[in-house]
């Protein structure tokens, strides 16, 4: 019997249909750092590997790869899945591993899908979110931005975003795509990913207990929903560029936004606030990210949701950057931030009841 330490990390892998998930996979199937993972995919048969199967039934099949990762193919519910590994691996039926990466489906919105594995009782104790990864097609993705709110939702929800067919795409082609991921997605690191290749452990750490999540290492992701301007040199591409007007006539459904609280927030006046407002919006809230100053507390602490689901705050040894104000960033569609600054102003008390809305629109520096 295998008895589980630590939550397994969940990772999932997102992006629209043709962004090149599968082949991704199949590249990063073959490396050491997958020794120790269990990868839940759409139909073990699309992964090209040979590899040695030590479980088959109707359901779903599990393969061994040379590297010793498990490949799991799903054609039922996610979260049984995810239980059925954990059990196996328990009772020692299957080698021990530390990580899980659920590939979606081309179509899933990733809301639905962390809600099921993340809100499940049987796993609320055996698995961590680790954070969401999207391909982005370098080639077709701003036609598909325009086309289908399924590839807005999935772009929106992640917390790092793989370039895909970069090595066929010219310099306008990814820079108008970098410009459209500003409005949609600002701050989340962007990685290039040619030929498929790509680290392997360039997807795992963007959630990591008790360390400062990537997308809050560079300031750009508050300066970009609050519109200020990085300097020179300072953090991502293109990350400058964001504009209200852009954000606006590029996804007309989707719109990102930035509550700051100068003032030290009560932890638990904030977490209510928090899942009162996902639990009544939660469908039109892509995703939620902050980092807070809260009472009592020197070191920062983390927040982040997706739709209905808040994950447990976490703590982190440091602030990134001079500015201790709370800043909470938004990615909605069909919701006003009016209603969103209502929720927390109903729910804290004082000074601290009044946060500033800031959306992309052009202002200096501080």
């Given at each position: 019997?295998?008895?589980?330490?630590?939550?397994?990390?969940?990772?999932?892998?997102?992006?629209?249909?043709?962004?090149?998930?599968?082949?991704?996979?199949?590249?990063?199937?073959?490396?050491?750092?997958?020794?120790?993972?269990?990868?839940v995919v759409n139909e073990i048969g699309e992964i090209g590997l040979d590899h040695l199967l030590i479980g088959a039934t109707r359901e779903r099949s599990v393969a061994l790869l040379e590297n010793g990762c498990l490949c799991c193919g799903a054609r039922g519910e996610l979260a049984d899945t995810v239980?059925?590994?954990?059990?196996?691996m328990e009772r020692g039926e299957i080698p021990p591993f530390e990580r899980v990466i659920v590939e979606t489906t081309g179509l899933a919105r990733p809301g639905p899908v962390l809600s099921e594995l993340l809100g499940d009782e049987r796993l609320a104790s055996r698995i961590a979110l680790d954070g969401v990864v999207a391909t982005a097609d370098a080639l077709h993705m701003q036609g598909q931005l325009a086309r289908h709110a399924q590839a807005r939702e999935q772009l929106a929800a992640a917390d790092a975003l793989l370039i895909t067919k970069?090595?066929?795409?010219?310099?306008?082609?990814?820079?108008?795509?970098?410009?459209?991921?500003?409005?949609?997605?600002p701050g989340a690191p962007r990685i290039r990913v040619e030929h498929?290749?790509?680290?392997?452990?360039?997807?795992?750490?963007?959630?990591?207990?008790?360390?400062?999540?990537?997308?809050?290492?560079?300031?750009?992701?508050?300066?970009?929903?609050?519109?200020?301007?990085?300097?020179?040199?300072?953090?991502l591409?293109?990350?400058?560029?964001?504009?209200?007007?852009?954000?606006?006539?590029?996804?007309?459904?989707?719109?990102?936004?930035?509550?700051?609280?100068?003032?030290?927030?009560?932890?638990?006046?904030?977490?209510t606030a928090l899942t009162v407002l996902l639990a009544y919006h939660g469908e039109q809230i892509l995703r939620v990210k902050g980092i807070c100053r809260v009472v009592g507390e020197d070191a920062p602490v983390v927040v982040h949701g997706v739709q209905q689901l808040l994950h447990e705050p976490l703590r982190v040894a440091a602030w990134p950057d001079d500015d201790r104000r709370t800043r909470l960033v938004f990615i909605v569609h069909g919701i006003s931030p009016d209603v969103v600054r209502a929720t927390f102003t109903h729910f804290l008390s004082g000074e601290e009841a009044a946060p500033t809305i800031q959306h992309g629109e052009p202002s200096s520096n501080r």
């Open positions: 019997m295998t008895t589980l330490r630590h939550p397994v990390a969940l990772t999932v892998l997102t992006g629209f249909l043709g962004s090149g998930k599968t082949t991704l996979l199949n590249r990063l199937l073959r490396q050491a750092a997958m020794s120790r993972c269990a990868v239980d059925l590994l954990l059990g196996q970069t090595d066929l795409a010219d310099g306008p082609t990814l820079g108008a795509l970098y410009a459209a991921l500003d409005a949609l997605n498929g290749e790509i680290d392997a452990e360039q997807l795992f750490g963007w959630l990591a207990p008790h360390t400062l999540p990537a997308w809050l290492r560079s300031r750009d992701v508050l300066l970009a929903a609050s519109g200020e301007t990085p300097a020179d040199g300072d953090g591409p293109l990350q400058s560029a964001m504009r209200l007007a852009a954000q606006r006539n590029a996804h007309p459904d989707v719109e990102t936004f930035c509550l700051t609280f100068d003032a030290p927030l009560p932890l638990a006046a904030l977490e």
